[in-house]
């Protein structure tokens, strides 16, 4: 299916939001593709279920890399409050303490 194929060839340039929505788009494809399996008399009852069980497996490989790209996005966040200004706590040695300061004066 073209379906695995997408999702594999996401491309890390995009943003997570863009390839969040790219995935919404393509459970919603799949999702008409089941929907019309029950109209279609072309395909016995035995190829039906199959094709059913292979949207369905599809739909959950799609809801676990939103679920990669959300904890991603989390820990991406997390790093960025780590490393923020406040981070930076003062050791006494190049970065002085309140208590260990040193005034120069020539």
Same mark, same amino acid.
């Given at each position: ?35 019309? +399996?029950? #109209?279609?008399?072309? $395909?016995?009852?035995?190829?039906? %279920?199959?094709? @059913? /069980?292979? +949207?369905? #497996?599809?739909?959950? $490989?799609?809801?676990?890399?939103? %679920?990669?790209? @959300? /904890? ?22 190049n970065r ?5 300061q ?5």
């Amino acid at each position: 299916m073209t379906t695995l194929s997408a999702i594999s060839s996401q491309t890390g340039g995009s943003t997570a939001t863009s390839e969040i929505a790219s995935l919404n788009k393509q459970i919603t494809a799949i999702m008409n593709q089941l929907k019309s +399996l029950g #109209s279609d008399h072309t $395909m016995t009852t035995e190829q039906k %279920a199959e094709k @059913q /069980q292979l +949207l369905e #497996s599809q739909i959950q $490989m799609i809801y676990a890399r939103i %679920a990669q790209i @959300q /904890q991603r996005e989390a820990e991406t966040a997390q790093q960025q409050e780590d490393t923020g200004p406040a981070a930076i706590k003062a050791d006494g040695i190049n970065r002085p303490t309140d208590v260990n300061q040193l005034n120069v004066y020539i």
